[in-house]
């Protein structure tokens, strides 16, 4: 297996640009998870979801971020407008809902909004 | 709700050195996992080790073992003959057994090797 695949590695955005990140779970897990990395808050959960269903979005920050899971195979976070303070590390992970499975990590999106 | 505490930002030990990172937790579950994850430069996010809170047993993974005192929800990295390639950022996670599955983290320990 490719492992979770996460698109673009990198994004350069302009403030007030709608920015769309992407993730491709692990085939078979049914949990998807977008965590953010700053500076400043460090890894913080933003949502997660079990069997493509939202289950908690409440780090999701404000009305500008949004994400969707239409199949279990892909995985969207968009921010729309951008600002420059969203500038992090976003993170996807994707998981076996079981007792015993651990979480497998996405290779990051660097985004930057200037 | 639940939190994790790494106390040391930074640490350096020599090549071929033991060093032991620290975490501290605090939660009112009884079963729970705790982790050791591993971020070098590359970014990826690449786990290390794992405990199960049931099991009184120390978890070990070749050079690396941890410290899981319970009573004191203290859980600590020991890496063992260190290398080059250990230098990183690590960082100790908590998730609950039941449940979310979300990883709590701390704010992570950067490991440098000097040779």
């Known amino acids: 297996d490719a492992g979770v695949i996460q698109s673009p590695r990198h994004e350069v955005t302009e403030m007030g640009q709608e920015v769309t990140l992407r993730c491709k779970p692990i085939?078979?897990?049914?949990?998807l998870f977008w965590y953010r990395q700053t500076m400043m808050r460090g890894l913080e959960l933003l949502i997660y979801?079990?069997?493509?269903?939202?289950?908690?979005d409440s780090g999701m920050p404000e009305d500008r971020f949004s994400a969707k899971m239409p199949n279990a195979s892909f995985s969207t976070l968009k921010i729309q407008p951008s600002e420059p303070r969203d500038s992090a590390v976003y993170f996807c992970?994707?998981?076996?809902?079981?007792?015993?499975?651990?979480?497998?990590f996405g290779q990051g999106t660097r985004l930057t909004v200037v | 709700a639940q939190t994790v505490t790494q106390s040391q930002p930074e640490m350096s030990v020599q090549e071929a050195e033991t060093v032991t990172l620290s975490c501290t937790y605090d939660?009112?579950?009884?079963?729970?996992?705790l982790f050791w994850y591993k971020q070098p430069p590359s970014r990826q996010m690449i786990l290390v080790i794992r405990?199960?809170?049931?099991?009184?047993q120390n978890a070990t993974e070749n050079r690396f073992s941890v410290n899981f005192q319970k009573a004191a929800k203290s859980f600590s990295l020991k890496i063992s003959d260190s290398q080059l390639g250990d230098a990183a950022m690590y960082f100790c996670?908590?998730?609950?057994?039941?449940?979310?599955?979300?990883?709590?983290f701390g704010q992570g320990t950067r490991l440098t090797i000097n040779p």
């Open positions: 405990q199960e809170a049931y099991k009184q």
């Open positions: 085939s078979g897990h049914n949990s």
């Open positions: 992970a994707s998981s076996l809902y079981l007792r015993d499975t651990e979480a497998f």
């Open positions: 939660t009112s579950e009884s079963d729970y996992y």
């Open positions: 996670a908590y998730r609950r057994s039941r449940g979310a599955q979300k990883l709590v």
């Open positions: 979801f079990n069997n493509n269903v939202p289950i908690d």
